[in-house]
């Protein structure tokens, strides 16, 4: 068994309730490569990403990340492994009641020891990195919705974290602004070696930073491959997404009428 | 006919072990959570997550130190309103002079604990509820655990612990303002000098009977904090959720409130 990988999922399955959201999801990310992780609505890409960050118990299956298994170890170890993860929420997260500066500071302050000084430069430092310098003392509803995605980057990142987490990194925010963030994504993997996971829809970001692409549909994975594989994916589901095609599911006439008349 | 009636019963039962399942969860959260909530503050320092003593402190300012104005003007109405009740009735048995006894007794054993959990509730339950609850909605609570924060030990346990400590001192600041309360109605109506108004109520109570009143306030700071940071943390339903938790935990905890201290009553004075 190769234990090199920087994430490993095997046999994952979950649910919510009583509905089975992710059937045998098994994923493999390398050290370093940048992992899309694509779907419609309702795929069960979301779900995925916060059983890989461990915020949920899954049904089976397990969830490796350096080469720890988050569903087995204890709660020091996943204690140890949370300093090593950064992730960028949806909508940023930013604690509301903190400047931008004191929410980038809050992993070192719980974190490490530094002193005061010290972690004020560390923080201005990853403020330069996302572009953001000189907005320490700003509050996060000062901000704009891309100001507060790059500001929760560089919380994020102020560990200097081996594995990155995005969730719709690109969601909400102008087409510049989306570019802009693609590019500080593929920066941070350069320069820093970081193992990345993005979670989008949207396809032009996710083509351009992917190394590898993993297409969920219904909590299964259609296939995992590289861009030019995705694009010549011959899965009739894969190329609606990729075509913006709506689904042309038949409909099955006494399913249909068991929903309407609400027997299911 | 029997059929429907069958179902009827069915149903009822159904519902009625529902609702025990639901009360019976809901308080075993509670249960949970404060347990959690002393392991961190215990147990804090050996995991590398202590619980931050300025959290504490800055908790204590706003729990107890911003309600303190409040806390006056209440306690001394209700001072004043005591003195009132209790001269019109012992006027009946010519005992007015007796009504110190009455105020002293009442106001530390019930209405001052009573009056200010209440008032707590309104300000410090609904806000954590509140704070919790839109925490919770911007997913800032899973951003606290995914930083490896725990969400108990860093929003919980300093909260609980400023309630612990500021609870029972503004239940005797609002003690004294209550009795201060009731002095300035007989001086005014009695002609009751303020020393002898003191000595007579000094002389009548008792320190178990101060204790008492410190000791449901105590109740109250754990049934607050519980209630408004459980109901904040089950927030679902953007908005909305976090005004129905809020109202939620409000009513709860002036509930619960009156409810403990009824039972606390009861048994402290067999």
Redesign the interface.
């Known amino acids: 068994m190769n234990t090199d990988f920087a994430i490993q999922v095997e046999d994952l399955v979950t649910h919510y309730g009583p509905v089975k959201i992710l059937d045998q999801i098994n994923l493999a990310i390398n050290p370093g490569e940048i992992m899309i992780i694509m779907g419609g609505s309702g795929s069960g890409k979301s779900t995925l990403l ?1 059983h890989l ?3 949920h118990t899954p049904t089976s299956g397990s969830i490796k990340l350096l080469g720890k298994d988050i569903t087995k170890v204890s ?2 170890e996943m ?1 140890d492994l ?2 090593n ?1 950064g ?1 960028s ?3 940023g ?5 903190m400047t931008v500066g004191e929410n980038i500071q ?2 070192l302050r ?2 490490t020891k530094l002193d005061e000084s010290t972690m004020g430069i560390m923080a201005r430092m990853k403020l330069e990195v996302v572009n953001l310098g000189g907005f320490e003392d700003l509050m996060p509803s000062q901000l704009s919705g891309g100001m507060i995605k790059r500001a ?1 980057l560089a ?1 994020a990142i102020v560990m200097d974290p081996k594995m990155l987490f995005f969730d719709e990194p690109s969601a909400g925010l102008d087409p510049v602004a989306a570019s802009e963030l693609d590019d500080l994504i593929l920066k941070l993997r350069d320069s820093m070696k970081m193992t990345i996971v993005v979670v989008t829809h949207e396809l032009e970001s996710a083509f351009k930073i992917a190394d590898r692409i993993t297409v969920l549909d219904h909590g299964k994975i259609l296939l995992t491959g590289s861009v030019s594989e995705v694009k010549n994916s011959s899965i009739a589901r894969v190329q609606d997404l990729l075509n913006r095609r709506s689904r042309h599911d038949q409909i099955n006439a006494d399913e249909y009428m068991d929903r309407l008349t609400g027997e299911t | 006919m029997a059929d429907v009636d069958d179902e009827r019963i069915r149903n009822s039962v159904e519902n009625l072990g529902r609702v025990v399942v639901a009360f019976v969860s809901e308080f075993g959260y509670y249960l949970a959570l404060v347990y959690e909530s002393f392991y961190w503050v215990v147990a804090g320092p050996f ?3 202590p619980v931050r003593f300025a959290a504490a402190v800055s908790q204590m300012v706003e729990v107890g130190i911003a309600a303190l104005p409040i806390v006056f003007v209440l306690s001394f109405a209700i001072g004043v309103m005591l003195a009132i009740q209790g001269v019109h009735t012992l006027k009946q048995f010519g005992a007015e002079t007796q009504v110190v006894l009455g105020i002293a007794l009442s106001v530390t054993r019930e209405f001052g604990p009573l009056i200010t959990g209440i008032l707590v509730a309104g300000r410090t339950g609904s806000a954590l509820a509140a ?1 919790v609850g ?2 919770q909605v ?3 609570i ?8 725990n969400p108990v030990r ?1 929003l919980v346990s300093p909260v609980l612990l400023a309630m612990l400590v500021m609870m029972p001192a503004i239940t005797l600041f609002s003690d004294l303002a209550a009795m201060l309360g009731g002095a300035v109605y007989c001086n005014a109506g009695l002609g009751l000098g303020y020393v002898a108004y003191w000595d007579q109520g000094t002389a009548f109570i008792t320190a178990n009977d101060v204790m008492q009143g410190l000791l449901k306030s105590m109740v109250f700071a754990v049934i607050i904090t519980l209630i408004g940071v459980s109901n904040g943390f089950s927030v679902s339903g953007g908005a909305e959720g976090v005004g129905r938790a809020t109202t939620r935990a409000v009513v709860l905890a002036i509930s619960y409130i009156v409810l403990a201290d009824m039972t606390f009553t009861y048994f402290l004075n067999r």
């Open positions: 916060r960050l461990g915020l709660p020091t204690h949370r300093t993860m992730v929420f949806q909508g997260a930013l604690i509301s009641s809050l992993p719980e974190h929760a919380r | 995991k590398r997550q704070r839109t925490m911007n997913q800032e899973d951003a606290l655990r995914v930083m490896g924060i860093y």
